[in-house]
């Protein structure tokens, strides 16, 4: 199992960027699969997470609205669309799966047994 995150970088409060997590070793139709985060000092936080089987979707409530996770089975790649970015959302952002998971909410509060590498995105004028 391996996950490769790419997209982030650089974007003014209220900007857009949209990371990518292409995976190998299995298809993105039945895990969990999801985004954390780690902000300078903070815990790490699972803001969004997607069952692949059911497309049910969770967010944490600090992203609720502004981001969308996806996924595109063809390419075996699952995406975070991140609007209306905030000073707050910088952080290093990490893909995540476990086979062992199929719940997105599941995947969110718990710790994941496959991870990509990180992201970095900060927001900042």
């Known amino acids: 199992v391996q996950l490769q995150a790419s997209g982030g970088g650089l974007v003014q409060p209220g900007g857009s960027l949209r990371l990518s997590c292409s995976v190998s070793?299995?298809?993105?139709?039945?895990?969990?699969v999801g985004w954390f985060r780690q902000a300078p000092g903070k815990e790490r936080e699972g803001v969004s997470c997607?069952?692949?089987?059911?497309?049910?979707?969770h967010y944490s409530d600090s992203v609720k609205g502004r981001f969308t996770i996806s996924r595109d089975t063809a390419k075996n790649t699952f995406y975070l669309q991140m609007d209306n970015l905030r000073s707050d959302d910088t952080g290093v952002y990490y893909c995540?799966?476990?086979?062992?998971?199929?719940?997105?909410?599941?995947?969110?509060?718990?710790?994941?047994?496959?991870w990509g590498q990180g992201t970095q995105v900060t927001v900042s004028s």
């Open positions: 070793g299995f298809l993105l139709n039945r895990p969990a």
């Open positions: 997607l069952s692949t089987w059911n497309d049910i979707t």
């Open positions: 995540a799966a476990d086979l062992g998971h199929s719940s997105s909410y599941a995947l969110c509060t718990t710790s994941p047994s496959d």
